[in-house]
């Protein structure tokens, strides 16, 4: 029992102007037993904890003197370091560790658990790869599909399943069953358990009954014009995974897959006026780096080096807006379609694109073929002098 148990009831009793013997009478026991609590020769049976609590309106916590606030602030410490380790290429291991340690000073903490599962899943994908390799179908289809066996090879990733499909059971935090969802979903479905993939998809809500589109439907004036803004941003990054996908895994026509970099190229710049794509660097990035990979196979080098020089000029846009949003209160995009937009430092951490970028072109298969390549040489020297200036 907490010695300090005593002095609050003595403090809160002095507090409400309540004598001894009326708090005694009200909890059925002597005055003399009040007294004994608040001289500290005695403690109050764990019985008369809650009725004491609730009497003066206080925690149980409070009674014995818990320090709920430290253990918070310490608790958003770690994950504080553990989004500034994020914010380094390839960390994952380190920010597991970290999850670990805190684990065993704050078990079964959500905000902890959920890091160590995201870390877990961030080193599968990082240092080993989601690889996929292809199926023939009897259409005559050749379609890229997750290498199953190699993705349940993973070191831990059973780990990272089994914390998020307990918080999925028994959190109430919203947004950890959501991240739990997502994840769960792409993990399951990389590891070939199709059937669970598609029962926990099928707990979210369709596309139409979003936040995002309710809220874009249903608010007015100014509130409207942002929250359309929003989904506006939404649908555009989802528009250029699927329409790529589509392009470079299923139609064959060379001319019709150039149509589309060249329409969602243009479509991006219309959006973000050219220059002002903030967040949205990586998505362009991303549009680049996939479309060298193409140029490529069809060995169109020059273009595909040209593609190269846009994807790394968006990686340290990207990084450049990463480190602005660190140290500035607010940044406000200037697109008449996203001015409503404002991004905080509160926005989830995000590791620098410039390591990433060096990583794929140090060791994609595609890349190391052309690393006799001046070219190739020029551009990589050029990203390791800025990452070694940041």
Not at 86 to 96: D, T
Not at 115 to 143: E, N, P
Not at 166 to 181: F, G, Q, V
């Amino acid at each position: 029992m907490n010695v300090k148990i005593g002095t609050k009831i003595k403090a809160l009793r002095k507090r409400d102007d309540i004598t001894q013997e009326y708090l005694a009478e009200i909890l059925g026991v002597t005055g003399q037993a009040v007294s004994k609590w608040e001289s500290g020769n005695s403690y109050p049976d764990i019985e008369y904890i809650a009725p004491l609590a609730n009497f003066f309106n206080v925690t149980t916590d409070f009674l014995f003197d818990h320090d709920t606030s430290e253990k918070r602030r310490k608790i958003d410490e770690y994950c504080e370091k553990y989004d500034a380790i994020g914010r380094e290429w390839g960390k994952a291991q380190e920010q597991i560790d970290l999850m670990r340690t805190a684990l065993a000073e704050f078990p079964a903490e959500e905000k902890l658990l959920i890091r160590l599962a995201k870390a877990i899943d961030s080193k599968w994908g990082v240092t080993y790869g989601y690889t996929m390799t292809t199926r023939q179908y009897t259409d005559g289809w050749d379609f890229p599909v997750w290498d199953y066996k190699r993705h349940r090879s993973y070191e831990n990733w059973e780990e990272a399943v089994k914390i998020m499909e307990e918080l999925l059971a028994n959190s109430t935090d919203d947004k950890i069953r959501s991240d739990c969802r997502r994840m769960l979903v792409y993990i399951y479905a990389r590891s070939g358990e199709k059937e669970r993939a598609m029962e926990i998809a099928n707990q979210c809500d369709e596309i139409y009954v979003s936040k995002e589109s309710l809220l874009a439907e249903a608010f007015d004036g100014k509130d409207a014009v942002l929250y359309k803004q929003k989904l506006l941003i939404t649908l555009l990054n989802k528009i250029r995974e699927l329409m790529w996908f589509l392009a470079n895994s299923y139609i064959k026509d060379k001319d019709v897959i150039d149509e589309s970099v060249d329409i969602l190229v243009k479509l991006n710049k219309h959006i973000y006026k050219s220059c002002d794509y903030g967040f949205y660097h990586h998505d362009m990035k991303e549009l680049y780096i996939n479309y060298s990979w193409t140029l490529f196979r069809q060995n169109r080098i020059d273009e595909m080096f040209e593609a190269l020089e846009n994807a790394y000029e968006h990686a340290k846009g990207y990084d450049a807006y990463q480190d602005e949003r660190r140290t500035s209160k607010e940044l406000k995009y200037t697109s008449p379609y996203l001015d409503m937009i404002t991004e905080t430092k509160e926005r989830g951490a995000s590791a620098r694109m410039l390591p990433y970028l060096l990583k794929i072109l140090e060791n994609k298969d595609y890349y190391k073929k052309l690393q006799d390549d001046p070219r190739y040489i020029e551009l990589v020297s050029r990203i390791k002098a800025d990452i070694a200036e940041a």
